[in-house]
């Protein structure tokens, strides 16, 4: 089964609106990756974490990972229309797997 | 990711016929992967290939076969294609050791394969 849950599977807001969107793994993991994915395109890397408790911030995007190693979220402030897109998170087991949570397609209302 | 490319971009086929997807990167890394994607199904590996040598599967691998014939090169087949097997097919590299971290993929472009 799945081991990386994402949710919610959609996200629509207004443009200006925050948004996040939530990881949980079922297993410790070494790291979390958060990828993007425009549509019509193709997942492009936007940040890795691998330190428990760890918070990253790229200009309005803010990337945490649980103090556990099994949950990470990204926060979106103030969306913009560039912002639309769905959103992976990606955790690597201790195993060395990798695997993709199901998404999250954000769409921003101007 | 110009360094990933992905060849046909687009295929459409009938169901029984053999398809081999082709994958080659100029990034120079050891590490490739083959994924597909289906609605709300996110990205689901079906093979990978650390070297040249290695071959290993993923969560989806029945109904698929691989071919690592260079570092460069990644080719995955479909031996007999069925309609189920539907779905935008990408490509994958990565380093383990990496400057962005580990295992970081770098996508190409994608191939959206139709199976009538």
């Known amino acids: 089964g799945q081991q990386v849950m994402q949710i919610p599977q959609y996200q629509h807001v207004q443009e200006g609106e925050d948004f996040t969107t939530y990881c949980n793994s079922s297993?410790?993991?070494?790291?979390i990756q958060w990828y993007k994915q425009r549509p019509g395109g193709h997942p492009v890397f936007l940040i890795q974490?691998?330190?428990?408790?760890e918070v990253k911030k790229q200009k309005r995007l803010t990337f945490q990972f649980g103090e556990a190693k099994k949950n990470s979220s990204l926060h979106i402030t103030a969306t913009q229309t560039t912002d639309v897109g769905t959103y992976f998170c990606a955790g690597l087991t201790r195993a060395n797997n990798l695997f993709f949570g199901t998404g999250t397609r954000l769409t921003v209302i101007p | 990711d110009a360094d990933v490319t992905q060849t046909p971009r687009n295929r459409i086929t009938k169901t029984g016929k053999r398809i081999m997807l082709e994958c080659s990167q100029t990034?120079?890394?050891?590490?490739m992967y083959w994924y597909r994607q289906d609605p709300g199904l996110g990205l689901r590996l079906i093979y990978y290939s650390f070297d040249v040598k290695d071959i290993n599967k993923g969560e989806i691998s029945d109904g698929y076969s691989v071919s690592r014939q260079a570092q460069a090169k990644f080719s995955l087949s479909l031996e007999s294609a069925i309609p189920n097997q539907t779905a935008l097919y990408f490509c994958?590299?990565?380093?383990?050791?990496?400057?962005?971290?580990?295992?970081?993929?770098?996508f190409g472009p994608g191939t959206r394969l139709t199976v009538l």
């Open positions: 297993t410790t993991l070494s790291n």
């Open positions: 994958a590299t990565s380093d383990f050791g990496g400057w962005e971290g580990t295992d970081t993929q770098y």
């Open positions: 974490l691998a330190k428990s408790g």
């Open positions: 990034k120079g890394h050891d590490r």
